[in-house]
C-alpha cells in the first residue's frame, strides 16, 4: 500500500518520508542533494550499511528528483517501547557510530533515540540524513545537547528517580535540566548520576550572564589533532554516563514467574514445552508473536525452530530480562515493551509521526502465543473473551495458539478477587463459542493440572 502523502521527518529539512509497499522512500531535497550523495558514496557509509549499523538505502535518481529506497523494519518500535537495556543499546550505537565518523571527516548532527530502530535485539541506525562533513578544527559537538535530553536525562530520572521511560510518548524533545533538578531532593541532586548533567546546568541556567559565558566558550582551535581529541573525549565521557544510568537489575512478581511457578510439576512444564514445540515444528512460521512472553522461554523456543519472534510483555522487569536474554542469546527476538490491553497510541503532529502499537502488529503473524494470558486480560482488564479473540483473529493470519486456565486454577481464583458471579462459571465451551466463525480446533492438549493447550487455525 502506498503512502501518497510524504511524512516530513520534523528534525530535518533536508528530506521527507514516504511508504510504498515494502519499501521506505526518503526524498532529498535539492539543496541537500550533493551532501547526501557525497556520503552514500563514502567508505564510511559502506563500511556501516556491510555491518548492518546503519539501514540500507538504493538510490533512485529518476526524473522527480533524488530518492533514497531503505527496507522497511518488520515491526517499527519507538523508545517508549523499550526496556533500560534496549535505551543503553540505541545510545551506545548512537555514540560509537559518531566517534567512528570523527575519523572519516564526518559527525553526526542529530543524536535522538527516534533515529534508532531495532531489529531483533540488534540496534540499527535508520537516518542517514543525521551524518554530515565535520568541521576539523571545531571542537563542538552540536547534537551534544540533543543527546542529553534524549538519551541520558531520562535514563538518569528513570534510574534515580523512578520515572518510567514511556514518558517519552510524550517529550519528544527530551527533558530539560531545569525541570528535573526542580523535581529532586538534594541528595539525587548531588549525586554522581545527575549531578553533573542535571544539577550543574540548572545552577548555571540560574547565574546571570550563564548564557553570556556559553557564548564565549571556544568552537574552533588552530590544531585539528586537538579538537579531534577533544571530541573523543566528549563522547567517552557521555558514554560512561549514560551506562551509569542503566538501574540495576530489578525483580517483580513476574519476572520470577518461569522459575517459581507452583502450579506446574516438572513433568507438566516439559510437557507443555514439548507440546509447543511441535507445534512450531509442524507450523514452520516465519514470525511469531509471543503475547505476555514473561523472560522469553517461548519466545526463545520459537527461535529454535526458525522463526523470528517479537515479545510483546508489559511488565517492566521481565521485557528488561527478555531483552538481555536475547541479545546475550543473539535470537531474533523483537522484545517491546508494551502493554495489550493498553496499548501505545499513535502520536505526534495529526497523530501521524508514530504510529499506534496494533496497526504495527496487524496480519503480520503467522502464528500467534497466547500462553497463561487469556485468565489475565479476563480477571485484571475485564475484557471481554469475545473482544480478545477478534484481536486474535486480526494479529494472526494462520494459526493461533492459546492456554486455557480452568476456574478451579489456583492462578485463576486468585485474580478473580471474589467476582464469581462475572466470571466463575466460564468454560471451555465459551472459548470455543468465541472463536466461532474466526477460528477453528486444530489441536487440544489438556495438562494433568486442568490447563488446556489449543492450536487454532484462522478462518477468512
Same mark, same amino acid.
Given at each position: 500500500?502506498?503512502?501518497?502523502?510524504?511524512?516530513?521527518?520534523?528534525?530535518?529539512?533536508?528530506?521527507? &518520508?514516504? %511508504? #510504498?509497499?515494502?519499501?521506505?522512500?526518503?526524498? /532529498?531535497?535539492? @539543496?541537500?542533494?550533493?551532501? $547526501?550523495?557525497? *556520503? +552514500?558514496?563514502?567508505?564510511?557509509?559502506?563500511?556501516?550499511?556491510?555491518?548492518?549499523?546503519?539501514?540500507?538505502?538504493?538510490?533512485?535518481?529518476?526524473?522527480?528528483?533524488?530518492?533514497?529506497?531503505?527496507?522497511?523494519?518488520?515491526?517499527?518500535?519507538?523508545?517508549?517501547?523499550?526496556?533500560?537495556?534496549?535505551?543503553?543499546?540505541?545510545?551506545?550505537?548512537?555514540?560509537?557510530?559518531?566517534?567512528?565518523?570523527?575519523?572519516?571527516?564526518?559527525?553526526?548532527?542529530?543524536?535522538?533515540?527516534?533515529?534508532?530502530?531495532?531489529?531483533?535485539?540488534?540496534?540499527?541506525?535508520?537516518?542517514? &540524513?543525521? %551524518? #554530515?562533513?565535520?568541521?576539523?578544527?571545531?571542537? /563542538?559537538?552540536? @547534537?551534544?545537547?540533543?543527546? $542529553?535530553?534524549? *538519551? +541520558?536525562?531520562?535514563?538518569?530520572?528513570?534510574?534515580?528517580?523512578?520515572?518510567?521511560?514511556?514518558?517519552?510518548?510524550?517529550?519528544?524533545?527530551?527533558?530539560?535540566?531545569?525541570?528535573?533538578?526542580?523535581?529532586?531532593?538534594?541528595?539525587?541532586?548531588?549525586?554522581?548520576?545527575?549531578?553533573?548533567?542535571?544539577?550543574?546546568?540548572?545552577?548555571?541556567?540560574?547565574?546571570?550572564?550563564?548564557?553570556?559565558?556559553?557564548?564565549?566558550?571556544?568552537?574552533?582551535?588552530?590544531?585539528?589533532?586537538?579538537?579531534?581529541?577533544?571530541?573523543?573525549?566528549?563522547?567517552?565521557?557521555?558514554?560512561?554516563?549514560?551506562?551509569?544510568?542503566?538501574?540495576?537489575?530489578?525483580?517483580?512478581?513476574?519476572?520470577?514467574?518461569?522459575?517459581?511457578?507452583?502450579?506446574?510439576?516438572?513433568?507438566?512444564?516439559?510437557?507443555?514445552?514439548?507440546?509447543?514445540?511441535?507445534?512450531?515444528?509442524?507450523?514452520?512460521?516465519?514470525?511469531?508473536?509471543?503475547?505476555?512472553?514473561?523472560?522469553?522461554?517461548?519466545?526463545?523456543?520459537?527461535?529454535?525452530?526458525?522463526?523470528?519472534?517479537?515479545?510483546?510483555?508489559?511488565?517492566?522487569?521481565?521485557?528488561?530480562?527478555?531483552?538481555?536474554?536475547?541479545?546475550?542469546?543473539?535470537?531474533?527476538?523483537?522484545?517491546?515493551?508494551?502493554?495489550?490491553?493498553?496499548?501505545?497510541?499513535?502520536?505526534?503532529?495529526?497523530?501521524?509521526?508514530?504510529?499506534?502499537?496494533?496497526?504495527?502488529?496487524?496480519?503480520?503473524?503467522?502464528?500467534?502465543?497466547?500462553?497463561?494470558?487469556?485468565?489475565?486480560?479476563?480477571?485484571?482488564?475485564?475484557?471481554?473473551?469475545?473482544?480478545?479473540?477478534?484481536?486474535?483473529?486480526?494479529?494472526?493470519?494462520?494459526?493461533?495458539?492459546?492456554?486455557?486456565?480452568?476456574?478451579?486454577?489456583?492462578?485463576?481464583?486468585?485474580?478473580?478477587?471474589?467476582?464469581?458471579?462475572?466470571?466463575?462459571?466460564?468454560?471451555?465451551?465459551?472459548?470455543?463459542?468465541?472463536?466461532?466463525?474466526?477460528?477453528?480446533?486444530?489441536?487440544?492438549?489438556?495438562?494433568?493440572?486442568?490447563?488446556?493447550?489449543?492450536?487454532?487455525?484462522?478462518?477468512?
Amino acid at each position: 500500500m502506498t503512502d501518497p502523502i510524504p511524512r516530513p521527518t520534523f528534525r530535518d529539512p533536508a528530506g521527507s &518520508l514516504g %511508504f #510504498e509497499g515494502d519499501h521506505v522512500v526518503r526524498r /532529498i531535497h535539492p @539543496a541537500a542533494r550533493v551532501a $547526501v550523495l557525497e *556520503f +552514500l558514496d563514502s567508505a564510511f557509509c559502506h563500511r556501516l550499511q556491510e555491518r548492518g549499523d546503519l539501514i540500507a538505502a538504493t538510490i533512485d535518481d529518476s526524473q522527480e528528483g533524488l530518492c533514497l529506497v531503505h527496507p522497511k523494519i518488520p515491526i517499527p518500535t519507538y523508545p517508549w517501547e523499550w526496556s533500560p537495556s534496549q535505551w543503553l543499546a540505541a545510545a551506545e550505537l548512537t555514540l560509537t557510530l559518531c566517534e567512528e565518523a570523527l575519523g572519516d571527516g564526518w559527525i553526526l548532527k542529530d543524536a535522538t533515540p527516534l533515529n534508532v530502530l531495532f531489529v531483533g535485539p540488534r540496534p540499527v541506525l535508520v537516518d542517514i &540524513l543525521s %551524518f #554530515e562533513r565535520r568541521d576539523p578544527r571545531s571542537m /563542538i559537538w552540536l @547534537a551534544y545537547g540533543q543527546y $542529553v535530553r534524549t *538519551f +541520558l536525562l531520562p535514563m538518569v530520572m528513570n534510574k534515580r528517580m523512578g520515572w518510567p521511560l514511556e514518558m517519552s510518548l510524550f517529550k519528544r524533545d527530551g527533558l530539560e535540566p531545569a525541570d528535573l533538578f526542580a523535581a529532586m531532593g538534594w541528595r539525587d541532586r548531588i549525586s554522581r548520576d545527575a549531578f553533573w548533567p542535571v544539577t550543574l546546568p540548572a545552577l548555571l541556567e540560574r547565574s546571570k550572564g550563564a548564557e553570556e559565558k556559553a557564548t564565549q566558550a571556544p568552537r574552533r582551535v588552530s590544531d585539528p589533532g586537538m579538537a579531534l581529541h577533544g571530541l573523543q573525549r566528549l563522547l567517552a565521557g557521555l558514554r560512561k554516563r549514560t551506562r551509569r544510568a542503566l538501574p540495576k537489575p530489578d525483580a517483580s512478581r513476574w519476572s520470577k514467574y518461569q522459575g517459581t511457578l507452583t502450579h506446574y510439576t516438572e513433568q507438566e512444564s516439559a510437557l507443555k514445552h514439548a507440546w509447543v514445540r511441535d507445534v512450531l515444528a509442524e507450523a514452520k512460521p516465519a514470525r511469531v508473536l509471543d503475547i505476555g512472553a514473561n523472560t522469553g522461554e517461548f519466545s526463545a523456543l520459537a527461535v529454535e525452530m526458525g522463526a523470528q519472534a517479537v515479545a510483546l510483555e508489559r511488565d517492566a522487569a521481565s521485557a528488561e530480562r527478555l531483552f538481555c536474554m536475547s541479545r546475550q542469546r543473539n535470537l531474533s527476538i523483537q522484545t517491546i515493551h508494551a502493554d495489550l490491553a493498553r496499548p501505545t497510541p499513535a502520536a505526534g503532529w495529526e497523530n501521524s509521526e508514530s504510529s499506534a502499537l496494533l496497526p504495527r502488529l496487524e496480519g503480520q503473524f503467522e502464528l500467534v502465543l497466547m500462553l497463561a494470558v487469556i485468565h489475565h486480560l479476563l480477571l485484571m482488564e475485564q475484557i471481554p473473551l469475545p473482544a480478545i479473540i477478534a484481536l486474535c483473529h486480526r494479529l494472526t493470519w494462520r494459526h493461533l495458539v492459546i492456554e486455557w486456565v480452568p476456574v478451579e486454577d489456583p492462578m485463576y481464583r486468585s485474580l478473580m478477587r471474589g467476582r464469581n458471579e462475572l466470571y466463575g462459571a466460564l468454560s471451555e465451551d465459551d472459548l470455543i463459542a468465541a472463536c466461532k466463525g474466526l477460528f477453528h480446533v486444530l489441536r487440544r492438549q489438556k495438562l494433568d493440572n486442568g490447563r488446556v493447550l489449543f492450536l487454532f487455525e484462522r478462518k477468512g
